[in-house]
């Protein structure tokens, strides 16, 4: 009887320390906030691209990319590089002078979104953006920021 009252007890720790594990779990985090505006299906921007520098809150990266904007879609070099995310489409609304856009993209071979928020004004850029990890035992988002302008990066323009 105490072999069994044993067994029971290691399996009652057992268990409780799974749905331990499971409580503590990292929470889903949501992707970045877009302001709730009357946007409309992207166009404004079609055949520009933009030459960022961006950094990484979480890490302090600082890294070079190209935002392009072709027939209604929307497209990072450095995303496309590192995932196959091909091209999503892309919204504005206009403020005076100043172009917001936003754009939604996935990786179709593993669980990244990034979600970008930036304006346009003339002939710069700036944006925020996360891009969310989901797997079902944790998630990971980073944090980035970014400006540029259509002139390319010295490497990119020589190489």
Same mark, same amino acid.
């Given at each position: %009887?105490?072999?069994?009252?044993?067994?029971?007890?290691?399996?009652? =720790?057992?268990?409780?320390?799974?749905?331990?594990?499971?409580? @503590? %779990?990292k929470?889903?985090?949501?992707?970045? #906030?877009?302001?709730?505006?009357? +946007?409309?299906?992207?166009?404004?921007?079609?055949?520009?691209?933009?030459?960022? $520098? *961006?950094?990484?809150?979480?890490? /302090?990266?600082?890294? /070079? *990319?190209?935002?392009?904007? =072709?027939?209604?879609?929307?497209?990072?070099? %450095?995303?496309? *590089?590192?995932?196959?995310?091909? +091209?999503s489409?892309?919204? !504005? &609304?206009?403020?005076?002078?100043?172009?917001?856009?936003?754009? @939604?993209?996935?990786?179709? *071979?593993?669980?990244?979104?990034?979600? &970008?928020?930036? @304006? =346009? $004004?003339?002939? !710069?850029?700036?944006?925020?953006? $996360? +891009? @969310? !990890?989901?797997? +079902?035992? &944790?998630?990971?988002?980073? /944090?980035?920021?970014?400006?540029?302008?259509?002139?390319?990066?010295p490497? #990119?323009?020589?190489?």
């Amino acid at each position: %009887m105490t072999s069994i009252l044993q067994a029971f007890a290691v399996g009652a =720790v057992t268990i409780g320390a799974g749905a331990a594990t499971v409580t @503590t %779990m990292k929470p889903d985090l949501p992707d970045l #906030a877009i302001p709730d505006k009357a +946007w409309e299906a992207g166009s404004a921007l079609d055949g520009r691209v933009f030459y960022t $520098t *961006d950094k990484v809150r979480e890490t /302090n990266d600082v890294l /070079n *990319d190209e935002l392009h904007f =072709v027939d209604g879609r929307f497209q990072s070099a %450095m995303c496309q *590089d590192y995932c196959d995310f091909g +091209w999503s489409g892309y919204q !504005t &609304w206009t403020d005076g002078e100043t172009l917001h856009f936003t754009a @939604t993209t996935r990786c179709p *071979d593993a669980p990244h979104t990034v979600v &970008w928020y930036g @304006t =346009v $004004t003339g002939d !710069t850029v700036r944006f925020e953006g $996360t +891009w @969310t !990890t989901r797997r +079902w035992y &944790w998630t990971r988002q980073l /944090n980035v920021s970014g400006e540029g302008s259509l002139t390319p990066h010295p490497q #990119a323009a020589s190489g």
